[in-house]
């Protein structure tokens, strides 16, 4: 019955409901009196009807929306109550004016009829249109609450569902604008170290070059998914390192660590790339010894990434300066791809002169 009335038009479907109760209440209990109802009566009950069809309109279209749906309550009850007074107002005009005691005494009682005697509307007879008054606003205003309830929790997930389509499409938008910051940003230091090496080592250069379209590959295929394995992040930074290492002399000391063992997880692609990259870029000499420790560890459900090189004064500087943009990229894609779940710092350790950048990630 319900999917029946779900594919009517709403006003059919008051008509229907209300044909229905019309019959039940002011048709179907009349006829199964053993007596013949006069005409006035059937019209007082049509007036009931239409009377109650008013009632339950002006409670649902007027009163609830702008009272009760406002928080003022006193002046809801009242008009509803006013509203019943008025119906029982009607309607005993209209018995008074039908003459309908009467009538309906001479139907019931033939034999105890007196000629010219006139009969008064007893209050009895009032609680049938009062009460059924009051239940046809009584069930208005819950139709009218319950849509309103339905109609706001509909308006909530809809707004829900377009903040959440239009965080995601900045989201993307702002992601894809980063991972293009980056990119270029690490290529244009990579191409630089490989034609300064083209002048010293031939042979180094072509390793070099190796390497490279190896790690174009996946940063041209792999990265263009939201998440990749971190066993191939670890391996891209390997290959970074060991790019970076051929131009290096032996005063540059360098250690890298996996963990050990490695649990495959999903990672977002060159968030870790930055960091090592910084290193280098900070914490290489040509004059000076210089060291650059990587260190990559794993708990259950969380990976723990610290850097560390050293520190020159003549690149006495933060790394989230001057042209350091993958560190400050890499922090804005943790905020987007990591809310509440990463805990990035980058401290500077005068006395063993050393940076460090420490990033704890949750990856459960």
Not at 9 to 36: A, R
Request: charged content about 15%.
């Amino acid at each position: 019955m319900a999917s029946i009335f779900s594919r009517l038009p709403l006003f059919l479907v008051h008509g229907l409901v209300w044909v229905l109760l019309g019959l039940m209440l002011l048709v179907f209990s009349p006829l199964n009196m053993n007596v013949t109802l006069p005409a006035e009566f059937w019209i007082k009950q049509g007036i009931l009807f239409c009377l109650w069809i008013g009632a339950f309109y002006i409670n649902i279209l007027i009163w609830v929306p702008k009272f009760l749906f406002e928080n003022k309550i006193n002046l809801f009850v009242l008009s509803a109550f006013g509203t019943t007074l008025v119906v029982i107002a009607l309607i005993w005009l209209t018995e008074y004016s039908l003459n309908l005691p009467t009538l309906m005494h001479q139907a019931f009682h033939p034999e105890k009829h007196i000629p010219g005697e006139s009969k008064s509307v007893p209050l009895w007879a009032l609680t049938f249109p009062f009460f059924s008054t009051l239940m046809a606003l009584g069930i208005g205003t819950t139709i009218a609450a319950v849509q309103k309830s339905q109609k706001d929790t509909l308006l909530r997930q809809e707004e829900a569902l377009l903040r959440k389509t239009l965080e995601q499409q900045r989201t993307n938008s702002e992601l894809s604008f980063l991972k293009a910051q980056i990119n270029p940003h690490f290529f244009f230091n990579t191409l630089n170290n490989i034609y300064a090496l083209t002048m010293l080592n031939v042979e180094s250069s072509r390793q070099a070059l190796l390497k490279l379209s190896r790690m174009m590959r996946y940063v041209l295929y792999d990265t263009q998914k939201d998440m990749v394995l971190l066993s191939q992040e670890i391996a891209f930074i390997q290959d970074y390192i060991e790019l970076m290492q051929l131009r290096l002399t032996d005063k540059v000391e360098i250690s890298f660590q996996k963990p050990t063992p490695l649990r495959d997880v999903q990672i977002a692609p060159m968030i870790l790339l930055p960091f090592v990259e910084n290193a280098f870029k900070h914490g290489v000499s040509s004059l000076h010894a210089s060291r650059i420790s990587i260190a990559l560890q794993q708990q259950p459900g969380q990976l723990e990434v610290k850097v560390r090189n050293t520190m020159f004064s003549e690149q006495n500087k933060s790394l989230e300066q001057g042209n350091g943009i993958g560190l400050v990229n890499t922090r804005r894609r943790l905020d987007l791809l990591y809310p509440d779940h990463y805990n990035l710092s980058v401290a500077e350790d005068t006395t063993q002169h050393e940076y460090l950048v420490h990033l704890t990630l949750d990856l459960s």
